[in-house]
Nanobody, 129 residues
Framework: QVQLVESGGGLVQIGGSLRLSCSASRRILSIDAISINAMGWYRQAPGKQRELVAAIGSNGVTYYSDSVKGRFTISRDSAKNTVYLQMNTLKPEDTAAYYC??????????????????WGQGTQVIVSS
């Protein structure tokens, strides 16, 4: 019901930077409002579990995993329902598929409220020498 579209992945050298973007939009017209409580970025490397990298709440409070703290910055444009992940000083261990996640409430038909927990399709980040 809420579609997330990611962009910005790619191939980068060790020490380089990338910026990921994720925009949320309603998938069906019957949804007349979306209220996003939190947006985050997860990543999954081959053979490993998906892990939370960074998240940001509606009040601007942020979370970072220890592995990216000081190198990655998450931000959001609430007016555009968009979240960004600025990744600096990239390392080979940052190589993974990165997934955007959004949690919140949507309103349909003016009076029906439903929680949502949506995922993007993923964007690949490859850090190489």
């Amino acid at each position: 019901q809420v579609q997330l579209v990611e962009s910005g992945g790619g191939l980068v050298q060790i020490g380089g930077s990338l910026r990921l973007s994720c925009s949320a939009s309603r998938r069906i017209l019957s949804i007349d409002a979306i209220s996003i409580n939190a947006m985050g970025w997860y990543r999954q490397a081959p053979g490993k579990q998906r892990e939370l990298v960074a998240a940001i709440g509606s009040n601007g409070v942020t979370y970072y995993s220890d592995s990216v703290k000081g190198r990655f910055t998450i931000s959001r444009d609430s007016a555009k329902n968009t979240v960004y992940l600025q990744m600096n000083t990239l390392k080979p261990e940052d190589t993974a598929a990165y997934y955007c996640n959004a949690k919140g409430i949507l309103r349909a038909g003016g009076t029906s409220f439903t929680d949502f927990d949506s995922w993007g399709q993923g964007t690949q980040v490859i850090v190489s020498s």
